[in-house]
């Protein structure tokens, strides 16, 4: 039996542990983040750096100890196959159910409009996409939800027909993977290349997963033109596409979109494509140049497509987070086009902290970020685009665009 002194000591214990155990889970208290990409499918070889930037971005902000006053964020990563709409949502479900604040992706536009239309905006958390391009995604109804560093396919189409036209070529034939992505931009740079005066000889589909791509390849074949555009996935059916002209002798000029510009390619093909060309989104600025310090030193590989773009939607939604005072997904999007569009101090890669802190004093911020971040009405960027072309068997940047 305990004496008197004995019970109350072990319950002034008990109240102490209780304090401490709540003082710890309240300090030490993990914010989880969703980090939806396809990492298999048709551009699993773009992905794992497209993830870590993000993941960059969360540390940086983690690392600070200014994010809402010492809180670090768990990235949870999750697959969205880039193709399967029903696995991406299931991956999405997931996500939401393990609580996550807010959604960094996904990536391709098919699957990433299926996840917010279903999961994401039904209850109520922000994606910001790096690199969903499709056109169709600016109208999607998405009650403020929905957001893509990326610019879209409306503009991109324009830039891969004015380089195709700055290039010289007089006639096109034109393949794309038969998705949203696929055919939104096939169609945008089909009617800006015959604005140009260039004749498109044909537009076809292709599906991707298909061993031998001599049938597709033959039909362009017979279409004819100096160069064909390839709109798909430079690790499935756009990449079978250029082995099977290379291989027929079809054709040995490739305009590239930007699913199939990645070193996959030319580890694969290498001199080959050295008459091929084409532009992805992306930035020669200031913060680009800052970004690629900052992932280098993290031995992140900043040329890869989608990098800075995948560093900055993660970090715009830390940004919202402190812009509100809250992880709460409902806080996160009403905050997320203060913190992109300014006015306030310009912010770029490297400088969360400093963001943070401005932020917690009641300072506005403008996150320029490593691709000079500015958002539409809409939530999309405005963006810029890199033209690239291929030397040596490897992709350079000629310019921006």
């Known amino acids: 039996m305990l004496t008197i002194n004995e019970g109350i000591m072990k319950k002034l214990f008990i109240a102490a542990f209780i304090f401490v155990s709540t003082f710890t889970t309240n300090v030490f208290a993990e914010i989880k983040m969703g980090v939806i990409l396809g990492f298999t499918g048709p551009i699993e070889s773009l992905t794992p750096a497209m993830a870590a930037s ?96 990326a610019p879209s396919d409306a503009r991109g189409g324009q830039i891969l027909a004015d380089i195709t036209k700055d290039r010289g070529i007089k006639s096109v034939a034109i393949t794309y993977t038969n998705n949203d992505y696929g055919k939104g931009l096939a169609d945008v740079y089909a009617a800006a290349c015959k604005a140009h005066g260039i004749s498109v000889t044909t537009s076809a589909a292709h599906e991707d997963g298909k061993a031998d791509y001599s049938s597709e390849v033959a039909t362009l074949a017979s279409a004819g033109g100096d160069a064909v ?10 990449k079978g596409i250029i082995q099977g002209s290379l291989d027929s002798g079809a054709f040995d000029t490739f305009i590239l979109s930007d699913g199939m510009i990645g070193d ?3 580890d694969a093909f290498g001199k080959s494509l050295n008459k091929s060309f084409g532009s992805l989104p992306g930035s020669t600025g200031k913060g680009a140049g800052v970004f690629a310090k900052v992932a280098g030193a993290a031995g992140i590989d900043p040329s890869g497509p989608y990098t800075g773009e995948s560093y900055d939607a993660a970090a715009l939604i830390v940004l919202a987070m402190q812009a509100g005072g809250s992880a709460d997904r409902g806080s996160i ?28 004093k009641g300072k506005a911020v403008d996150y320029e970020g490593a691709t000079g971040v500015t958002f539409t009405s809409v939530g999309e960027a405005e963006g810029s685009f890199l033209e690239k072309e291929i030397k040596g068997g490897k992709f350079k940047t000629k310019k921006q665009r």
């Open 229 to 238: 555009a390839v709109i798909g996935y430079l690790d499935q059916g756009g």
């Open 54 to 149: 993000a993941e960059l971005a969360f540390k940086e902000a983690s690392d600070s100890g200014s994010l809402l006053g010492g809180e670090t964020i768990t990235p949870v990563r999750a697959d969205s196959t880039c193709v399967d709409s029903a696995a991406a949502q299931s991956a999405a479900e997931g996500l939401v159910s393990q609580g996550v604040a807010a959604i960094m992706g996904a990536d391709c536009s098919g699957v990433t409009g299926a996840i917010a239309t279903n999961v994401a905006v039904p209850n109520g958390v922000v994606m910001i996409s790096p690199s969903a391009t499709s056109p169709g995604l600016t109208d999607l109804a998405d009650n403020g939800f929905f957001f893509r560093t």
């Open 264 to 266: 996959s390619l030319t």
């Open 333 to 360: 999007a009403k905050n997320v086009m203060a913190v992109a569009n300014g006015p306030g101090k310009k912010i770029y890669p490297g400088e969360l902290k400093k963001a943070l802190d401005l932020l917690a």
